[in-house]
Each structure stands twice: as C-alpha cells, then as structure tokens.
C-alpha cells in the first residue's frame, strides 16, 4: 500500500529540485532516452511519482541511478521541465535516503554543514602532522631529491589509509545494504535466489570497470572523459592504499618506470576528466552543465586541489625542495581526507558504488519479472 | 472628484515571464502620487510571504477599492479576497486590469497601461475612453486574404450592399479549406461547402476579386485609407481566357504544385485546380522556360484565343480607398523539418497533415488513395498511384504546437482532423492499421468529443504519448514512444506517418501589422482589441481580423470571426463613422476623455 507523503514536495525541493509540475507526460523523455528499457521506464515514470507524492514507490526505485545524464530528454522536452536534472536531484535525495547516519541530507541540503565539516577535518589533519611531525630532514638524496620518507613515513601512513579505506568502506557497505533493501526487499514482491545473486554479479564488476551504459548516450566524448577520471583516480587509489611503499620513494626512477608512468597516467586522466567537467559546467552550452548544485560544484573543486596539490609534491620533490614539498604534503592530506569522507560514503562520490549496484539490482529485478511471465 | 474612495492597487508581476516587459517601477512611482489611491504593491510572487505582506496591509488600511492590474490578475484575485472581506468589502469591490486583454505587454505600452489603470481608478470602461475623435469615412472596404473568413466577411458585406475589394495572394481564392477533403465532426465535403461560395465571390456585383494580387502599402487614416495593391503578371488575360488548358498540356516546364501542398507537379502554366475562383489560367515566373531563357513560348503557339497569353506583361500597382480594412490572411502550416527527431524530409513517407489531405482528396493526384511517396522519371519525390498502399499508418499529434522548443499555444484544430484522418483511413483503406499518438485529446466544439468518441470505436489504437523519435527499419519506420497509460516503451513498424502539424501565423503577418499599425501579439499572431469581448477589433480604428490571422482557428470559428468583422463594418458604415482606435490616441487623450466620463458619472 502506497502512501500519498504531502511533504515530499518540500523534501524533494531541498536537494536542487525546482518545480515538476510542468510535466504534462507526453512521454518524449521516456522515448528518447537511449538507456531506459522495458520494466524501468524512466524519467517520466520517477516525474508522475514525484508529482503524486508517492514517497514509498521512489525509495524503492533503482531507475535514478540507471539515468547517466546525458541531458537528451531535457533537451527533447516540450515543456522545459528538465527531466534530466529532476532525475539528477532524485540521485541526491535517494543518496540520503539509503545513509542511515543522516549525515548525507545534511551535507546535500546545508553549506554550513558540508564546509563546515570539510574545514573541521581539514584542521584536524594539519593539527595532527603539527603534533606527530618528527624533525624536519632538509637534506637532500644523493639524486638531489627530497627525502619524503624521513617526513612521512610510508608504513604509518599507509596504517592511516588502510584506517580511513575502512571506515569510508563501512559506511558505503552499509548504504549499500540499505539500497539493496529497499530495491530488492522491499521492492520486488518475489525473493530471488542465491544462484540468481551469483550469476549476475559479473554485472556489477563490468559495470563498475567500463561504464559500458554511459557510453550508450549520443555524445560519447563524454564517457571518454569520464572513464579517464574514473580509470586514473582508481590506479592511484590502489598504489596508495595498497602500495605506497612502492610508489612514495625517495629514489628517483627514470621517466619510463612504471611507477611514474602509472602516476603520470593516473594525473593526466584525472587533469582530462576534471577539465571536461569544470569547462562544461562554466560553459553551460549542454543541459547536462546548465544546473550545478553546490554538491556537483564542491566535488570538483576538492578534487582538482587534491590532483594539484599531488602534481606539487611530485614536482618538489623531484626538484630537492624540501620545505616546499612538506607543505604541499600537508596541503595534499587536508584537501584530500575530508573529501574522502564526505564526498564517497555521503555525497557525490557515492555513485560509484550506486551505479553499477543498481545496474546489478535491475538485473535481479529483471530475473524475477521474468519469473513471474 | 466624485470617485474620492480611497483604492488601492495591486501590481501583479507574477505573470511576466521575463524580459522587456511593461515598466511596473514606472507604474508604482505613477500611480503612489494619486490622491485616490491610498496604498500601492508590486507583487513579485506568489509566496506566503509576499501575500501575506499586502493582506496585512489591508487589514490595517483598508481600501473601498482593490485594482489587481497586470498580464492575467485573475490568478491572483483570490489571494486577496479574504482580506477583502475580513476588511468589510466585498469580493465585488476588486477590480481586474488585464493589461494582455488589449495586447499591451511591451515596454513602449507603459504610458497606455497608465491610462488603462488610470480609467480603472477612475471608474471609467477604458474602450469606452479610447472610443473618441469619430473620423468620416468612406463606404467601400477592404479584405485581405481569400480563404474561409475572408470570402465570409466579402460575402457579408456585399450582401448588405457594400461594395467589397477582395484581394487574394495565391491565383484562386478558397484559400487552405479549398485544399481539404472532408471536414470535422460532421464528414460533410468541403469543396462542396465552399465552392458555391467561391463562385458567389466571383460573381457577386458588389465585390471585386483581386486575385494574385499584394498588398504593398496603407496610409491614411482610419475611414479614408488608400491602399496600394501589386497586381503581379499573371500573363494571361482574366477577361478572354477560357480555361480550355491546351496551354497547360503544351507547357514542357513544370513545378511543385502549391496548392496541392507539394504532393505532385503542375505545369507552369496553370490553374491550382480544377474549381479555382477564378478559373483561368496563370504563369509561374520561377519556372517558366521561356521568362528565364527568353525560348519556348509553347503556350502562347498552342492557345486559341488571340493576345490572350502576354508572356512579358509587367507588374502593376493600383491604389483603392477604402474606409475599412478586414485582414483575414489564415496562417500557415509548421514546418515540419524544424523537428528532425521526425525525419520529415529524410524519410519519404513521413508526410504533413496538408500533404496528406491531398492524398485523402478526391480531387489529389492519387485521386483520394493512399499511396506511398516514389521518386517520378524526372527524380522527383511525388505521390501516384504506381505505388504500394500502406498497411501500418501512425498519426503523431501536437508537432509543433504544445512544445517550449517550437510553439507554445495548443493549435486546436489538430486533434480533430487526425481523428478525421483516421476515419477516413479506415474508410479507404479497411485492412490498414491506425495508431494515434497523442498527449490530450482536444475536442473541444460542437460535436467534437461525440466525434472523438465515435471514432475511438471504429478499431483505431489511441496511444497516449507523443512519440519521441521515427527511425528507418528496412523499408519501413519504426517509431519509439511511450504507452503512458499501459505504462510502455513501444517501437512500432509502419509505413507511414502522419505529422499532426501546427498552425503558424502566416509569413507577411509582421509585415502587415507594420502597414495597419497594429502590433504583433506575444505568439506572432495579430492581435485584437479586445481578447474577450472585442476578438475581431483591433487597436486601429477601421481595422478589424477575422479567421486564422487572429490565432489558431477550425472552420466554423473562422466563419464566426467573418461574419463578425463583416458586422462590425456594417455597423461604421451605418453610423457613418469610424473610431480611431486606441493605437491612434495619445493615452493623455484618453485619461481626459476619462476624466471627462467620470464628471458625468
């Protein structure tokens, strides 16, 4: 039983909604949309369900996260009601939805709590390299390079990423669970089988490493740009969360090692993506850049510091500048672990376990839909 | 002052939409000034805040008199009547000024929406201000277009013994119903309503038919216009041809027919069809062989009638004056090619609502079968009956109209000839599937929804959803849409399509409006003096639409409009005056006038 929630309107218009009643469901959203299919119909579906105030149908709903924006139906609509950008609003609002910290309705409705927490993790982390900070070695290696090990020691902080891949890992596990029980537990009315878990898991796996659903949008360029952010920012997760000891060294390998073509391929993805985004958004030609909320514009911003910051270090280091490279260091830390903690497991970020659970999740709803043929 | 109440005014700006509008900061300052006036608000929006601010103020200062002016205050009125009430008044005692009621939405109307608010403070009708400075003025009148409204309102008038000059753009009157087939709700045929009609036109003794004719220029004033009229070459001679046509089978060039809205060729030579008003023949100076090489003058050889054919005649202009002008110049259909998701162009069987009244008509060049598009010996994409009848047909409503992107305004009429062509399909084409593609079923007249209903049973598939996008799928289209009510994406194989195409205002409207000294309304469409109660006047005196031109419109409504222009000069001619019209007046003029109407008063 469906109820009719009076307040979703106010809820919804929190996160970036304006107005949806300009829908007349004439359907050319749904129609020209490249990825919606038979038994997830969307936007215009999501749009009457918003409209009707059907709270519960929308919680339960994996078609947001199925949406890559490419910004076709906004652009197709006879009514200018943005379809695109309500879907984009609907990914917010499920994304708090699914935290059971509550954290994410925060950060995505409030500027004092998101810049508030950013700041307040970026104290903390300056104030601990303050306090834990063993003397500064200015000297320089025999290849005239900075002696970063002696400053942060690769082993302790690799002890920190694996603290903080934890509890970032945790809390997104968690949501997930959450998604998956409101998608599938409460959202398909037949319980599927473990074996049905199993053969579609590949999904997930494809899905999270190719995008392969994004590429299906008119503009493919911009899979491109995506899938090079995507691919440089994951290389550089793993050699510093895995193998830091191998990529921070004080030694310096010649241009074609693979440690530094690993960072530089890792650097230049994330540089090509990022621009892509942060010209496209200032630019707004496309309908996809023309709304950015504070959230889309934060992300950027953070993420862009990080990469300098890291490009900073490098070059530093490389060029024997030690108090340079430190401060960078600490620069580098104070951008990046506040934007791990809110951006992945509360903010924008997250769709990168959403997304491919989702498509995951449609293929289990899809399983019993034939079942039920 | 006898109007001494204490009034106040509401500004309601919620219902621009942006842009150089009317100068509500200009107004405010204006009308703050005024003894009458006691409290004055700009509304900016709807939200509590900004209600509930100016209730509060007429609770604590209240008015005898509300006046919410602006685009639509009807919209609004009913924030304010509780207040109203709780404050003593009546919901009577709010007044509404529509400032879009008169046309007024740009910047340079400011100082006429002052005299508009004006007369409403004053308690004062404002047509009743604006109708001054009576001119004398002369019987004979003008109407431009020969379609529908204008053959109605031609009638009209020279029924009642006013001498009448009809010009007409095109070689034959009868405009675009001459082109149709069969019309709504009732399936009578239309060239049987309208060509007795035309010929009346023709043969009436009280108007003279200007066919292929332009109207160039206007000046004057209103009662006493002289107009210059371009009579373009025909090359053949109304009064001596006979209409016999050997100069057409001779004429070796040939051209889109115009009339037949492109489905087949004609000769240079021609009559648009059969039954044109007046049935004689004319040259297409675009594709004529000999005005473009100086050779051929196969039509002059071939003609029975000497000097009947003068292939180098000239242009002439000819001055008329008239006392008033009735402008019924139709639209024209949307182009379809502006919505490529639809491939009309690219897709050879993807046709227009006009194109496909032709092949429906009797009189086409199928010979009212439906047949495919194909490419003729000379590579041209034409319709005959050498091809294939389709067996899949899809109808997409509202191209064009209803859409942000193109046209806002519903076109009206859409609906209810793709029901009719659905009718029809079934009817000559009785193994052939019908799909409908629709957003809202409009059937809004007489009889329209029992014919909507009557249809619905005649085994047609109503689909609710306009389709997004038409594909090419071997030798047929496969289009995608959504099945809003079974809740479906659906990709359907057809043969053909049928876009539901919009109606436009006609090219020359801007161009007119310039001559008349009227103004273009916000959709392009002329606009009138009156939306509710005055439809056909204008803000010129002596000036009066009818039909198409005004807004979109079915055939009865334009006959009404017609009938109603043709009124509305009969009764000028009867008094022997005209009015100036607003447009000619200073607003000064008219805040006097008011002033003096409520000293009456």
Redesign the interface.
């Known amino acids: 039983m469906n109820r009719i929630d009076p307040n979703l309107t106010r809820d919804l218009r929190k996160f970036g909604i304006r107005d949806w009643n300009d829908c007349y469901h004439c359907g050319t959203c749904t129609a020209t949309c490249p990825l919606t299919a038979q038994g997830f119909l969307f936007p215009r579906k999501e749009i009457r369900l918003m409209q009707m105030g059907l709270k519960g149908p929308i919680s339960t709903s994996v078609e947001p996260w199925l949406c890559y924006y490419c910004g076709e139906c906004s652009e197709r609509c006879p009514r200018k009601a943005n379809p695109g950008e309500l879907m984009m609003s609907l990914r917010r609002y499920l994304t708090s939805l699914y935290d059971w910290t509550g954290l994410s309705g925060k950060f995505y409705t409030s500027k004092i709590w998101e810049l508030g927490f950013i700041i307040f993790f970026a104290l903390l982390v300056i104030l601990a390299f303050i306090l834990i900070l063993p003397p500064l070695d200015t000297t320089l290696t025999d290849q005239g390079g900075v002696k970063i090990n002696s400053f942060a020691p690769p082993d302790l902080v690799e002890y920190f990423d694996w603290a903080m891949a934890f509890l970032v890992a945790s809390l997104l596990v968690s949501n997930i669970f959450r998604m998956y029980l409101r998608v599938i537990w409460t959202g398909t009315k037949q319980r599927i089988s473990l074996v049905e878990h199993v053969r579609e898991f590949w999904h997930l796996v494809f899905n999270f490493s190719v995008q392969p659903k994004f590429s299906k949008c008119e503009d493919r360029s911009y899979w491109l740009y995506h899938w090079l952010l995507m691919s440089g920012y994951t290389i550089m997760f793993i050699l510093i969360v895995v193998f830091l000891p191998w990529f921070q060294t004080e030694n310096i390998f010649p241009a074609w090692h693979p440690q530094r073509v690993l960072g530089y391929y890792a650097t230049i993805g994330l540089l090509v993506g990022l621009g892509a985004a942060i010209i496209g958004r200032i630019r707004k030609k496309e309908i996809k850049f023309e709304f950015s909320h504070v959230s889309d514009w934060l992300f950027l911003i953070m993420l862009s510091l990080t990469v300098i910051t890291g490009i900073l270090i490098h070059i530093f280091r490389v060029n024997g500048m030690p108090w340079a490279t430190y401060i960078s260091y600490i620069a580098h830390m104070a951008i990046l672990v506040p934007m791990i903690l809110i951006e992945v497991p509360f903010s924008k970020w997250s769709h990168l376990a959403y997304r491919p659970f989702a498509v995951y999740f449609a293929r289990l709803k899809k399983s019993t839909m034939h079942q039920s043929r | 002052m006898i109007n001494s109440h204490t009034k106040g005014i509401i500004l309601d700006k919620t219902s621009e939409n942006g842009g150089a509008g009317v100068n509500y900061d200009a107004l405010f300052h204006n009308f703050r000034n005024y003894s009458q006036v006691s409290n004055i608000w700009i509304l900016e929006n709807t939200d509590n805040g900004s209600i509930s601010r100016i209730t509060a103020d007429l609770f604590d200062h209240p008015v005898e008199q509300l006046i919410i002016a602006g685009n639509t205050p009807g919209f609004v009125k009913g924030y304010f009547e509780g207040a109203m009430k709780a404050s003593g008044r009546s919901v009577s005692d709010i007044r509404l000024v529509s400032f879009q009621e008169f046309g007024l939405f740009r910047q340079e109307d400011t100082a006429m929406v002052q005299a508009l608010i004006d007369c409403a403070v004053k308690g004062v009708s404002f047509e009743m201000a604006a109708s001054q400075g009576d001119l004398e003025m002369t019987t004979d009148t003008l109407v431009i277009g020969g379609g529908i409204a204008g053959i109605q309102a031609a009638l009209e008038l020279a029924d009642g013994q006013v001498h009448v000059y009809l010009v007409e753009k095109s070689g034959t009157i009868g405009g675009k119903m001459a082109g149709f087939d069969k019309t709504f709700p009732t399936l009578d045929c239309a060239a049987c309503i309208l060509t007795p009609k035309m010929v009346e036109v023709n043969q009436h003794p009280n108007i003279t038919l200007m066919t292929y004719c332009e109207v160039l220029d206007i000046w004057g004033v209103p009662g006493n216009y002289t107009v210059s009229v371009l009579k373009k070459a025909r090359r053949v001679n109304l009064s001596t041809c006979i209409g016999c046509g050997t100069c057409s089978e001779k004429c070796p060039a040939t051209a889109f027919s115009e009339f037949d809205a492109g489905t087949c060729l004609r000769k240079s030579i021609y009559i648009p069809f059969p039954q044109a008003v007046p049935n004689k023949y004319l040259i297409d100076e675009e594709s004529c062989i000999y005005l473009k090489t100086g050779k051929c003058r196969a039509c002059v050889k071939a003609c029975p009638v000497p000097n009947c054919i003068n292939l180098d005649e000239l242009d002439e202009t000819v001055k008329l004056k008239v006392g008033n002008i009735i402008v019924a110049t139709g639209f024209k259909p949307f182009d379809a090619a502006r919505m490529p998701?639809f491939g009309y162009g690219k897709f050879p069987n993807v046709v227009t609502a006009l194109e496909f009244e032709r092949l429906l008509n009797a009189a086409g060049s199928t010979g009212g079968n439906i047949h495919f598009r194909s490419k003729d010996k000379k590579d041209n994409w034409v319709f005959n009956t050498s091809t294939a009848k389709p067996d899949r047909l899809a109808i997409i409503h509202?191209v064009g109209s209803?859409?942000?992107?193109?046209n806002k305004y519903c076109s009206r009429v859409c609906c209810m000839y793709s029901l009719k062509f659905a009718h029809l399909i079934r009817e000559k084409l009785p193994q052939a599937e019908v799909h409908e593609f629709y957003?809202?079923m409009r059937a809004f007249g007489k009889g329209y929804e029992e014919f909507y209903q009557r249809i619905r049973n005649e085994e047609i598939h109503m689909i609710?959803?306009?389709?997004?996008?038409i594909d090419a799928s071997g030798e047929h289209l496969l289009l995608?849409?959504?099945?809003?009510e079974t809740?479906?994406?659906?990709e359907l194989e057809v043969d053909m399509v049928i876009l539901a195409t919009g109606l436009e205002p006609g090219e020359d409207t801007e161009q007119l409006c310039h001559l008349l000294g009227l103004k273009v309304g916000r959709d392009g469409w002329f606009t009138e003096m009156n939306s509710n109660t005055d439809p056909t006047g204008t803000a010129t005196g002596g000036i009066y639409i009818a039909g198409a031109c005004q807004g979109p419109k079915d055939i009865p409504d334009s006959v009404a409009q017609g009938s109603a222009a043709a009124a509305r000069v009969i009764q000028n001619i009867l008094r022997g005056k005209v009015a100036i019209g607003f447009q000619n007046l200073t607003p000064e003029s008219i805040v006097n006038q008011a002033n003096e109407l409520a000293m009456i008063r």
Do not use: V
Request: aromatic share 4%; charged share 40%; hydrophobic share 20%.
């Open positions: 998701q509202c209803r859409d942000e992107n193109y957003i809202d609710r959803g306009k389709t997004a996008k995608r849409g959504e099945h809003i809740n479906q994406l659906i």
